[in-house]
T-cell receptor, first 111, second 106 residues
Framework: DTAVSQTPKYLVTQMGNDKSIKCEQNLGHDTMYWYKQDSKKFLKIMFS???????INETVPNRFSPKSPDKAHLNLHINSLELGDSAVYFC??????????FGQGTRLTVV | SQQGEEDPQALSIQEGENATMNCSYK?????LQWYRQNSGRGLVHLILIRSNEREKHSGRLRVTLDTSKKSSSLLITASRAADTASYFC??????FGAGTTVTVRA
């Protein structure tokens, strides 16, 4: 069983479109995260949710909106996609601030 | 910022040699973690060191923490080709930097 799974793995879309990336964890963790990794490998934290409540919201355009329907899910919705949004997006989860488990990543390409 | 910042950006060594990389941070912490990322994959947790610990070992990995200098180091001994990866540190909020890319040459 995959601990942290995110879908889709690859996403190619046109500028201006709206898209969502889904993330689910089956580890019983209370904290989930979204990260963006650019071509230079910098791994930037975007959001963190603890028990469905937003606890970290870094400087991210408001076109990005996280949604946590329950503790096991944290989805990322992106409106009006831009070329600069092209990156690999990682979901992760942890129990409190302990060891984090990462998903396999979603490679988003905006054309 | 609670972000960890790794140094050097890149490291190339011969198989069998040791690899050392450093992490600096700016705020007080409860713990510091190191992760590895193989190309195209998610990060994998390597080791967590608490603020009251100075050194920790796990297999060929040795991590030190100096809270007075707000820095940590990761040493990989007797490196193998399979150690080729990027290594990241993170503090309490699990905020990462750009990592250190390690290449182990056969």
């Amino acid at each position: 069983d995959t601990a942290v799974s995110q879908t889709p793995k690859y996403l190619v879309t046109q500028m201006g479109n709206d898209k969502s990336i889904k993330c689910e964890q089956n580890l019983g963790h209370d904290t989930m995260y979204w990260y963006k990794q650019d071509s230079k490998k910098f791994l930037k934290i975007m959001f963190s949710y603890n028990n469905k409540e937003l606890i970290i919201n870094e400087t991210v355009p408001n076109r990005f909106s996280p949604k946590s329907p329950d503790k096991a899910h944290l989805n990322l919705h992106i409106n009006s996609l831009e070329l600069g949004d092209s990156a690999v997006y990682f979901c992760a989860s942890s129990y409190r601030q302990g060891e984090a488990f990462f998903g396999q990543g979603t490679r988003l390409t905006v054309v | 910022s609670q972000q960890g910042e790794e140094d050097p950006q890149a490291l190339s060594i011969q198989e069998g040699e040791n690899a050392t990389m450093n992490c600096s941070y700016k705020t007080s912490i409860n713990n510091l973690q190191w992760y590895r990322q193989n190309s195209g994959r998610g990060l994998v947790h390597l080791i967590l060191i608490r603020s009251n610990e100075r050194e920790k070992h796990s297999g060929r990995l040795r991590v030190t923490l100096d809270t007075s200098k707000k820095s940590s180091s990761l040493l990989i001994t007797a490196s193998r080709a399979a150690d080729t990866a990027s290594y990241f540190c993170a503090t309490d909020k699990l905020s990462f930097g750009a990592g250190t890319t390690v290449t182990v040459r056969a």
